[in-house]
């Protein structure tokens, strides 16, 4: 007769718990800083006020993200809807290109952002 062991089941439970506990980790804006300087300062400026070397050749000057007034009103959502999909998804600047960042460097990229609003608490 074998009996039957409990280990790989409880193995593999702690395994996929300790996935989704990584899934749900809180966004890095450290991280978030290292993505934006190298995907997103040429145009927003390497300290978010809209004035990078790229921002010259725009329409629309970018947005300075020191500035309190402009991101409070934005949701974490709205941020990441636009960084995804670009301006124009959201009434925004044609400027604003959509891009192929991960969901978890988008994450962070706008912890980063917050932190440069003076807002490091995300809103929904």
């Not at 941020?79 to 460097?105: C, H, N, Q, R, Y």
Request: include cysteine; glycine fraction near 12%.
């Amino acid at each position: 007769m074998r009996v039957r062991s409990t280990t790989r089941p409880v193995a593999l439970a702690a395994v996929l718990a300790g996935g989704l506990a990584a899934g749900a980790a809180k966004p890095d804006a450290a991280a978030g800083k290292v993505v934006y300087d190298r995907e997103c300062a040429s145009c927003h400026g390497g300290t978010g006020k809209g004035d990078g070397d790229d921002a010259a050749y725009f329409t629309t000057k970018p947005p300075n993200f020191t500035d309190p007034a402009v991101l409070p009103k934005r949701s974490d959502d709205f941020l990441a809807a636009v960084i995804t999909e670009g301006g124009p998804s959201k009434g925004l600047s044609k400027d604003m290109p959509a891009t192929k960042l991960s969901a978890g460097d988008i994450k962070s990229v706008v912890a980063y952002l917050r932190q440069l609003s003076g807002r490091a608490k995300s809103s929904k």
